[in-house]
Structures are given as C-alpha cells and as structure tokens.
Nanobody, 122 residues
C-alpha cells in the first residue's frame, strides 16, 4: 500500500521558517522523482519544488527560489522542504507527490499525500 505522509506544517509569522517532511512507503522510493505542491483556497494546486532520483538536481518555482530548499534521503525514504523567509502568500496546504520518470506519462504524478497546512501570519 502506497503512502505519502506529510508533517511539519503549522502557523508561523512572516519571515519565519518551517520544515516539511514527507515519509514514503509502499513503492521503490529511490526510483521516483519527488515533488512538493501547494494549494491555497480558491486556487489550483501549483508546483513548488521537485528533486531528481539522486537528489542532486532540485527545481523550484520562481516564487520560492532562494527561500525554499528541497532534499531527499533515499535511505530513510523521506523528502524534506525547508521553507525560510516565509511570506503570507506561502499560506496553503502543501502536498508531497511522487512521479515515475519512466512511466511515459510525462509530468503526471503517480502518488499524493493528504497534505499539511502552512499558515503564515502577518
């Protein structure tokens, strides 16, 4: 049974930091690209960051570049999102996703977590 379980969300003031964690199980973690997405009320889910299989090529949305850092641990099947200098517009539910790069389905993610709420107060 595939599971992606996010944790680490919460309430933080502007300029503060949070670290999100996603624990994966039920699939071969090291063969999947991992990503973080977010969805604010009334908006569509948007890409935040992703990381390749070996963890040495991260990618970021322009809105978080320089403030967020994605990393992965293929030994412990976890992916982290370190979020610094948080802004009110970062408020959203954050989702962890996994994508098989060889599925032939392009950028479609195969598995998703349930999400964790991040609220940045001003």
């Amino acid at each position: 049974q595939v599971q992606l379980v996010e944790s680490g969300g919460g309430l933080v003031q502007v300029g503060g930091s949070l670290r999100l964690s996603c624990a994966a199980s039920g699939f071969t973690f090291r063969t999947y690209i991992m990503g973080w997405f977010r969805q604010a009320p009334g908006t569509e889910r948007e890409f935040v960051a992703s990381i390749n299989l070996s963890g040495d090529y991260p990618a970021y949305a322009d809105s978080v570049k320089g403030r967020f850092t994605i990393s992965r641990d293929n030994t412990n099947n976890t992916v982290l999102l370190q979020m610094d200098r948080l802004k009110p517009e970062d408020t959203a539910v954050y989702y962890c996703g996994a994508r098989d790069p060889y599925s032939g389905r392009g950028s479609v993610y195969d598995y998703w977590g349930q999400g964790t709420q991040v609220t940045v107060s001003s």
